[in-house]
Nanobody, 119 residues
Framework: QVQLEESGGGLVQPAGSLQLSCTAY??????????MGWYREAPGKQRELVAD???????TYTDAVKGRFTISRDGARNTIHLQMNELRPDDTAIYYC???????????WGQGTQVTVSS
């Protein structure tokens, strides 16, 4: 079973930066983490995919974060990072890490980490 440990998040001012990290651990088949990614859920809105990355480095981004967020992957540690720059108030949400066999990932889920962008 894939388990996910998330870190990062917090409170930041508009135009600031944050980095989220997620590490997969536990007993699982390697294909269960072929794709790793981040979703977010803002108050009153549906959960949406922010970005994901395959083990070969292919990335996907939602239009709202293109040019501001960068997802990367450390395959040796089964860890992904989401570097978030030029943050805006509408980036405020709970961010969830997820893994799966294909994009978009929809297998294991992390517990979520809060990101708040406010002055």
């Amino acid at each position: 079973q894939v388990q996910l440990e998330e870190s990062g998040g917090g409170l930041v001012q508009p135009a600031g930066s944050l980095q989220l990290s997620c590490t997969a651990y536990g007993s699982y088949f390697s294909t269960e983490i072929d794709v790793m990614g981040w979703y977010r859920e803002a108050p009153g809105k549906q959960r949406e995919l922010v970005a994901d990355i395959t083990r070969h480095g292919t990335t996907t981004y939602t239009d709202a974060v293109k040019g501001r967020f960068t997802i990367s992957r450390d395959g040796a540690r089964n860890t992904i990072h989401l570097q978030m720059n030029e943050l805006r108030p509408d980036d405020t949400a709970i961010y969830y890490c997820s893994t799966g066999h294909s994009s978009p990932p929809n297998g294991a889920w992390g517990q979520g980490t809060q990101v708040t962008v406010s002055s």
